[in-house]
């Protein structure tokens, strides 16, 4: 059974850092881009940043350009997400979610089609306020 389970979501002051965590089991990140999106109430659903299973291609949103970083263990089969510089407007929960990915291939459709991807995870919150 494929599954993506996030953590390390909480409160942080603004200016503060967070590392989130998506954890993949069931399948390896080997021919998957995985990718991390938030929901705040009221919005839909934005892609923050993608990454091929390669890692050769990565995406960043304009929002977060130069604050946010994302990474892969592919041995832990986990996807990080540094958030630094955090701000108010990023309180949101925060997802991640796997689609089955060309190797070679960019990965910003899947940032910027939510909707498209094949397997999300449950969650997680962030509270950016002092």
């Known amino acids: 059974q494929l599954q993506l389970v996030e953590s390390g979501g909480g409160l942080v002051q603004p200016g503060g850092s967070l590392r989130l965590s998506c954890v993949a089991s069931?399948?390896?990140?080997?021919?998957?881009?995985i990718g991390w999106f938030r929901k705040t109430p009221g919005k839909e659903r934005e892609g923050i940043s993608c990454?091929?299973?390669?890692?050769?291609?990565?995406y960043y949103a304009d929002f977060v350009k130069g604050r946010f970083t994302i990474s892969k263990d592919q041995a832990k089969n986990t996807v990080y997400l540094e958030m630094n510089s955090l701000k108010a407007e990023d309180a949101a929960v925060y997802y991640c979610?796997?689609?089955?990915?060309?190797?070679?291939?960019?990965?910003?459709?899947?940032?910027?089609?939510?909707?498209?991807?094949?397997?999300w995870g449950q969650g997680t919150q962030v509270f950016v306020s002092s």
């Open positions: 979610a796997a689609k089955a990915w060309p190797l070679n291939t960019p990965v910003q459709d899947m940032c910027i089609m939510p909707h498209k991807n094949d397997y």
């Open positions: 069931g399948f390896t990140l080997d021919y998957y881009a």
């Open positions: 990454i091929a299973s390669t890692d050769t291609y990565i």
